[in-house]
């Protein structure tokens, strides 16, 4: 469990003392989803008094109650042992009157162009006019926005007679399933101000997690956040085109991506093949970077490759399905896990939902586990749940693991085959080992791992 750090009070909104322990604000934030309580929660941890505003008076309740909307590990904890520094509400008015710095966290979907749709970002500076923020009120972006948002925002709040409200961009680079962690031990801390009092407070909130804080303007701070999530996505979009070659050509992109990884310059993380990525973040940034660039006039050639990429990665599982069993038609396949990655509910562009949506269309039958997600979603329609990954593979033709859980990979795999029609495994991230699996009587294929292609020669 994480604990408070820093948290040294000199009274709410006061400046800290110089050399004295950091100063304790009074914190708002709008918008209570992922990114918006993971960082509530960990301001009140580091001593805060924090006050989270969400429209959606049902979250407001499960709040108030201690629950958390959103499964990340860790959150609920932290939650209830900072409570009473936590406030939850649906009002505004009362979140302004409780806060000095307001974080905004709300989201920014992709519109059917690929820009973001910043309608809810907007929709914060109407209610501000409305109801009123001031000179005492700093607004801080957490919420991934194109560059270019902060200066559009800034003129808004100008030509509204919210000239002294200040403005910063603060990108989160919070990893679902390990957020607390990552906000509490960042690698850094990017500030972007209009003006550098603003930025210099903002930055004080961070001085106790004595991680380096890059201070830059508005747009670069947004760049940051955009560049780092594409970069990121072009890693994966990379590894996963040399694990394909690695399949035609005999070679392991295990030992490959290790080999490769332990060079300082290129790092190691990131380097995991699989049938690509998913999550709120990567698909949706990615193509708002591209997206960005188009409107500007410059063509990003490189995304739109990591994109194209990530879309036939999840899809190639289909034809190796075909190479082991043939037709698909009434044949049973077995999902092993639907979230976009472990340790989340998250199923937002989840390789699961493609792979789903395509084995039902080549008139396969679809059977899944998930220890997590909630099963009851219309885009699973068509698919049956089983209670766990052994009940989805009993009878099966092929399983694929999808989501790399402990739980599923740790089950006794054994037994499962046994219960199988079939004994087909695609391992979708690469979590189980392939000879061990072959040696179990496994038809056994990875992403970029065929056994005969595993190991070291006797
Ligand atoms: C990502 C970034 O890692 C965070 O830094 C960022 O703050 C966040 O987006 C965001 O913009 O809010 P997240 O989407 O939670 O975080 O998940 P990741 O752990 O980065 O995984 C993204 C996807 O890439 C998953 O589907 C995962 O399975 C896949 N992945 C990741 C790979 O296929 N291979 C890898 O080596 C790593």
Same mark, same amino acid.
């Given at each position: 469990m994480t604990g408070a750090m820093?948290?040294? #009070?000199?009274?709410?909104g006061g400046a800290a003392a110089p050399g004295g322990p950091p100063a304790r604000e009074r914190i708002g934030v709008i918008g209570a989803g992922y990114v918006g309580l993971v960082t509530g929660v960990c301001l009140a941890s580091m001593g805060h008094e924090v006050t989270l505003r969400d429209i959606d008076a049902v979250k407001v309740a499960a709040l108030n109650d201690g629950q958390t909307p959103i499964y990340e590990p860790g959150l609920v904890d932290i939650m209830a042992e900072h409570a009473e520094r936590l406030t939850y509400t649906l009002s505004l008015e009362r979140m302004l009157d409780r806060s000095d710095i307001i974080f905004i966290a709300v989201d920014t979907p992709p519109t059917y162009s690929g820009d973001a749709d910043l309608s809810r970002v907007m929709g914060v500076v109407d209610e501000l006019e409305r109801v009123g923020a001031d000179a005492r009120h700093i607004l801080v972006m957490k919420s991934t926005v194109p560059v270019g948002t902060g200066e559009r925002v800034r003129a808004e709040l100008d030509a509204r007679g919210l000239g002294e409200v200040g403005y910063c961009s603060n990108p989160e680079f919070l990893k679902e399933g390990a957020a607390i962690a990552d906000f509490l031990r960042p690698d850094r801390v990017v500030i972007g101000c209009f003006e550098a009092v603003h930025g210099d407070r903002v930055a004080a909130l961070y001085t106790p997690l004595a991680a380096p804080i890059v201070r830059t303007t508005v747009p670069t701070a947004e760049m940051v956040k955009y560049a780092s999530n594409a970069f990121l996505a072009t890693k994966i979009s990379f590894i996963n085109e040399i694990a394909n070659v690695c399949e035609e050509v005999g070679a392991d992109v295990a030992v490959v991506a290790d080999g490769m990884g332990r060079d300082a310059r290129i790092g190691s993380a990131f380097l995991r093949a699989g049938i690509g990525f998913g999550g709120s973040c990567f698909p949706k940034d990615v193509s708002a970077l591209k997206q960005l660039a188009g409107n500007s006039g410059y063509h990003f050639q490189l995304l739109t490759s990591v994109i194209e990429v990530n879309e036939l990665q999840k899809r190639r599982v289909i034809g190796k399905l075909k190479k082991h069993l043939g037709t698909l038609e009434g044949r049973r396949v077995a999902l092993l896990?639907? #979230?976009?990655?472990?340790?989340?509910?998250d199923m937002r562009e989840a390789s699961s939902l493609v792979l789903a949506a395509r084995l039902l269309a080549e008139g396969a039958e679809v059977c899944a586990f998930d220890p997590v997600v909630d099963t009851s979603t219309e885009r699973l329609k068509g698919v049956t749940m089983a209670s766990s990954a052994e009940e989805a593979i009993a009878g099966a033709d092929a399983a694929v693991l999808v989501t790399e859980w402990a739980s599923i990979v740790g089950i006794d795999w054994a037994a499962a085959r046994d219960t199988m029609r079939s004994a087909v495994i695609i391992d979708g991230r690469n979590a189980l080992d392939p000879l061990e699996m072959t040696r179990l009587g496994y038809t056994f294929e990875g992403i970029g791992r065929i056994p005969a292609h595993v190991g070291v020669p006797a």
């Open positions: 820093g948290g040294g #009070a000199t009274g709410p896990g639907l #979230a976009f990655k472990p340790e989340t509910d």
